[in-house]
């Protein structure tokens, strides 16, 4: 029998109790993990307003919906900002308050730059 195989068949033998203990300060996290005890899932911020800036032009608070699958953008803002690249559409969209939206034209292969970062705002 090697040495290896020999000592790792002793160790639960030769285990000895020190009778020392350190107490431990345990976070939220760790304290959940080792209970086996996941934390309560928190709800998404649904829709939520920021301030804006799109080039030189400040739009005050646009509304961000991350539950969302479409994006709207007001027709003065489209004009504003020069997007060229479009595609007519016919659909009508009912808002959570029951009203109607017909969009006019589709966008699409749009990038969104936010500070360093650069996202993929189509489809």
Not at 5 to 33: H, N, Q, W, Y
Not at 59 to 72: E, V
Request: proline fraction near 6%.
């Amino acid at each position: 029998m090697s040495n290896y195989v020999k000592f790792m068949k002793d160790i639960p033998f030769k285990k000895k109790r020190s009778g020392k203990f350190e107490i431990a300060a345990l976070t939220k996290e760790c304290s959940a993990f080792l209970q086996n005890k996941l934390p309560k899932k928190m709800k998404g911020p649904g829709s939520f307003t920021i301030p804006s800036n799109i080039g030189d032009s400040y739009f005050g608070m646009a509304l961000c919906d991350f539950g969302a699958s479409i994006n709207l953008m007001l027709m003065s803002v489209f004009w504003l900002l020069g997007v060229v690249e479009v595609r007519p559409m016919k659909v009508t969209l009912q808002l959570v308050d029951k009203s109607l939206a017909h969009p006019i034209r589709k966008i699409e292969d749009i990038f969104v730059h936010v500070d360093n970062f650069i996202f993929p705002a189509s489809r």
